[in-house]
Each structure stands twice: as structure tokens, then as C-alpha cells.
């Protein structure tokens, strides 16, 4: 899959497959292209970008789709979670109801979305469900906010979960809570996991992409990738994330670009 605004292209046949069940990261710099692909599949570029080639979800074809059948797979075959949940969340309504609402917008019925909205609270280890269940999203904290796009997010049990640097805006208690939180609960999705941090990657995912310019330069199991990195980005990357390692000079690793 590929995507362009007007003639230049941002994002360049990249190809990658997850499984069911399966974790996978994508790692680069800032301005890489890891947001271009992800809006692509979820059909959420903004209008000048287009993608094109092929991007397939349990077969189905995502690319030129039409907008309503991209809308009806949205949040029930595919979920994304963003960085900052106060903007993707409806500041004027309770947070259970904006739970209950993704699972009646898919058919089910709304007795049964208010109790399946309790179980997600519980299930992303909010206390007192009920109680947070009514709260609006200012009177929740930043982990307890990005806690309920993770309800929203599985509710209707997606085959696929893309989270975009999800825990970037937490501080870093919060951040290693929500961590747990998604490996314990994505259970048989397939998880796309965006993130600058190579640890993030080396504690959530089994395999990784590597994007620079655009391009995934490198992909595989975490462990191979992290130990023994064929691409030279991919070593000055590990290497300059180290905060310990120095060059020859004593001086702190940084990514040279030609
Ligand atoms: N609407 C747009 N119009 C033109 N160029 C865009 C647009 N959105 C993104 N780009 C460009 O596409 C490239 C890839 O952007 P993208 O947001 O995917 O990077 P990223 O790897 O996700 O970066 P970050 O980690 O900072 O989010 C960047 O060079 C960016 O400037």
C-alpha cells in the first residue's frame, strides 16, 4: 500500500501482515509515515491524501472501499486508539454512554450495550464502574480517559486494534499500567502498536516494523530485530535509545541521516 498528496509520495508500498492474536509495532522517526499508514487502512486520510494499492482485513479489500462500508467496519471490525482521548472522546457525554453507543451503532440492542459497557469499565480496571460509568470525560484523569478508548476500542471485539502512540501523553506510572492493560486485554486481535519507544515495543509486541522515509527498511521478531539489527537505521536507532552508550568520544548516540 501506497499513499500520495498530489505527486509526492509519503508513504511507499509498505507490506506487512498480522495474524490473529499476533503484536505488532511500528517503529521510526517522527514524520516516517507510521500515522499515514494506519489512517489509511482505518480510510481516515484527510481528504488531499490518497492511498492506493491493497490493504486487506480478513480478506475484505479497505482500499477504494466505499465510505459506508468503511463506516460499518469502523469500530466493529477495526478500532483505532489515539494518542491524546480527550479529543477523540465526546466531551458532553457520559463515558459509559459513548460505550454503549459504539455497540448500538453496530445493531445491538440497548439494554445489553449498557451492561456490556459495565463489563468494558470493569474489564479496563476502572473502580467502581458503575460510578465512572456516568462520569464525563474531564472529571477522569488522562489513564483513566485513554482506560475508557480501550472499552470503546474492544467493545465490539475488533479483529483489528491499531494504537497510536497511546501512552505518549501519560506519565510513566500511568504509562506501564495501560502497557499491562492492552497485552492483557486485545486477547485474539491482531494489535498494530505505533510508538517512538523501542522498550514499549520490546515489552508489548513479538514483531516488528521499522519505517524511515516512508519505507518499512526492516521487519521481523522483536528479539531478532533488537539483538541483531540488519539495517543501519534500525542500529542507530537502538543505539541512540540506549541513554547509556556513548560513541568512541564519549558523546551520546544520534541518528545520522545521508
Ligand atoms: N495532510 C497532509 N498533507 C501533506 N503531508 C502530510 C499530511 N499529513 C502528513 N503528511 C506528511 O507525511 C509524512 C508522514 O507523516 P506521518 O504523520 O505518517 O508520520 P509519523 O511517522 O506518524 O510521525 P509522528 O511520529 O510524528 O506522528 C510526514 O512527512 C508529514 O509531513
Redesign the pocket.
Known sequence: MS?S?GD?V??EDVSFEIGRGERVGLI????????????AVMGL??E??KAWGSAKLNGRELIGAKEREMSRLRGRDMTMVFQEPMTALNPLMPVGKQIAEVMQVHGRDRGASQRAALDLLNMVRLPDPKRAAKAYPHQLSGGQRQRVMLAIALANNPSLLIC??PTTALDVTVQAQILELIQAVTGESALLF?T?DLAVVASVCERVLV?LD?RIVESGLVKDVFTMPSHQYTQQLLASSDMESTDANGRLWTVTRD
Do not use: R
Not at 28 to 39: D, I, P, R, V
Open positions: 499513499v498528496v509526492c509519503l508513504v521510526g522517526e517522527s514524520g516516517s509515515g507510521k500515522s499515514l499508514t494506519a489512517l486520510l484527510p488531499d491524501l497510536d502512540e505505533i517512538h519505517m516512508g
